[in-house]
């Protein structure tokens, strides 16, 4: 027979291995810290400057500068199998003259500024399927392939920007951050070259009222979708909230999306809305990308819109060191009135006009996983219309800091390292 001191030891060690295996199926903890630094060294030739006391465009030195363009540091990482969080942190722009040709803001202070740029959590609601997840937080709204790419992934030395101009209309700043909810999945069918996925989302509306913490009187929230079916091989073989242009070789497919951004009548107009259609086309080693978009506003009755988007090409070639070369051809558009009462129209509405179009090339060159070196040259060209030559109507125009400019052309040098 058992003794009762027997039977407590069986009964504690029984106890023992079920908490241990309880404690092991406990979700675990992923913590990854990431970092990405682009640094840039640019030559501009042909940059001019308005000069308010003559009325008129004056040439200002050709300068060579170099630029912390872009940086992001922070933490990415998992719970379990259904929960993932990012939480990164930017600083960009440190460095940058503002009469170089390359668009962006500055951020020369003596102490640079960072900024959150996303701090979500995602979570796979769907147990078995890639079908339907959920995503907290705030990001970038998931519409536009641009907008929604990496600017360390897109191929080009330059993010197009185009997503600059889809950004600011539908969220009215250029990071284009903001805080909502999105829904998205991703479905196969049964031999995976047929594929669906899809993003929709609800935003705060701009918060424009009570110096910038609420949406005025009047509210409509931000609406966006994206729909893309993908022919031959998906981009992943998981839901992803973000893209890649350059698939190295390891894709045959294409992928058509359509996407846009409704929002009603709020304290700004009576309604706001953006719609576009993009494309990813890889065959093996040739990858080619598009987007053009409409971005309309109507404010009492009256309605302005502006056009925009980019087409990209690029080969990747495998080299016999181990190493890759890319190189990347890429044009980019607005297209917006550029008659007078158009464009005076255009202008008290906040929507964008004349015409801003640049043609790019760049040469990638992976030293490895983690290092890219790019050479590149974007030439520049404008159109204001038939308003005064003083006014800002798009980013040709646009910098700030020094009032009206028409951009010239820049040879560029860039360094990405990322981990």
């Not at 550029?338 to 464009?343: K, S, V, W």
Request: aromatic content about 14%; hydrophobic content about 35%.
């Amino acid at each position: 027979m058992i003794s009762k001191f027997q039977f407590l030891v069986v009964f504690l060690a029984l106890n023992f291995v079920n908490l241990t295996a309880q404690e092991s199926e406990q979700p675990k903890l992923v913590i990854k810290p990431t970092l990405a630094l682009q640094l840039w060294s640019t030559y501009t030739d042909g940059q001019q400057l308005y000069d308010a006391t003559f009325q008129q465009f004056e040439s200002v030195d050709n300068r060579l500068n170099s630029s912390l363009h872009r940086s992001r540091a922070g933490i990415k990482g998992s719970y379990g199998n259904r929960w993932v969080y990012d939480f990164t942190a930017s600083l960009d722009f440190v460095g940058q003259d503002v009469l170089s040709g390359n668009v962006g803001a500055f951020n020369n202070t003596a102490s640079p500024k960072f900024r959150i740029w996303n701090a979500l959590v995602q979570h796979k609601i769907s147990k078995k399927s890639e079908s339907f997840y959920w995503t907290f937080g705030y990001f970038t709204p998931l519409m536009s392939r641009e907008s929604i790419t990496s600017p360390f992934k897109v191929g080009s030395f330059e993010k197009a920007w185009s997503q600059n101009y889809i950004r600011r209309h539908v969220t009215g700043t250029g990071p284009g951050r903001i805080v909502g909810n999105n829904f998205g999945g991703l479905f196969k069918g049964a031999n995976e070259k047929l594929a669906f996925d899809y993003n929709l989302g609800i935003w705060n509306s701009r918060l424009i009222g009570f110096s910038g913490n609420s949406a005025g009187e009047k509210f409509s929230p931000l609406l966006t979708y994206r729909l893309a079916v993908h022919i031959g091989d998906a981009e992943s073989k998981k839901y992803s909230r973000g893209l890649t242009f350059n698939h190295k070789g390891q894709r045959k497919g294409v992928t058509l999306a359509v996407s846009g951004s409704r929002q009603g009548e709020s304290d700004l107009w009576k309604n706001n809305t953006a719609f576009g259609v993009d494309l990813l086309a890889n065959f093996g080693n040739l990858n080619l990308a598009g987007e053009w978009m409409k971005l309309e506003r109507e404010v009492t009755n009256a309605k302005s819109s502006a056009t925009t988007g980019f087409i990209k090409v690029g080969y990747y070639v495998p080299l016999a060191n181990g190493k890759e070369f890319e190189p990347v051809l890429t044009y980019v558009f607005l297209d917006g009135a550029r008659d007078e009462r158009t464009q005076q129209l255009a202008t008290a509405q906040g929507v964008f006009s004349g015409k801003d179009n640049y043609f790019e090339i760049t040469l990638n060159y992976y030293a490895s996983s983690k290092v890219r070196l790019s050479l590149a040259y974007t030439i520049r060209d404008g159109d204001q219309g038939e308003v005064p030559a003083n006014e800002v109507i798009n980013n040709y125009f646009q910098q700030g800091g020094v009032g009206t400019v028409q951009r010239g052309n820049y040879l560029g040098f860039g360094l990405l390292f990322s981990i």
